[in-house]
């Protein structure tokens, strides 16, 4: 059974930092992506970044580029998102997403819409105010 669980989120002052961490099981796609996706109230979800599990290769929205860092733990299965010096902007559910690589690649660049993506967590909010 394929299964995405986030945790890590809550409130954050703007300026600081926070690490989000999305547990994965019983994915077998070769190569496994892991994104991670954000929607803010009355927003578009947004792809943020993804991660090739096989070889550790990262891609970034290009927004986000900088203060947010994608990795991986692949012994313990687990996708991190840290953020640093966030923003009020940067207020939104985060979800993490699984699929092959290329077309996870796809969706962050906004050439396939995120519905495509199979595989979603159920989010985990982030509130960012002092």
């Known amino acids: 059974q394929v299964q995405l669980v986030e945790s890590g989120g809550g409130l954050v002052q703007p300026g600081g930092s926070l690490r989000l961490s999305c547990a994965t099981s019983?994915?077998?796609?070769?190569?496994?992506?892991i994104g991670w996706f954000r929607q803010a109230p009355g927003k578009e979800r947004e792809g943020l970044a993804c991660i090739n599990i096989k070889d550790g290769k990262t891609y970034y929205k290009d927004s986000i580029q900088g203060r947010f860092t994608i990795s991986s733990d692949n012994d313990k299965k687990v996708v991190f998102l840290q953020m640093d010096g966030v923003k009020p902007e940067d207020t939104a559910i985060y979800y993490c997403?699984?699929?092959?690589?290329?077309?996870?690649?796809?969706?962050?660049?906004?050439?396939?819409?995120?519905?495509?993506?199979?595989?979603w967590g159920r989010g985990t909010a982030v509130t960012v105010s002092s």
């Open positions: 997403a699984a699929d092959r690589i290329d077309p996870l690649i796809a969706v962050l660049r906004g050439a396939i819409p995120h519905r495509h993506v199979p595989h």
């Open positions: 019983g994915f077998t796609y070769d190569p496994l992506g």
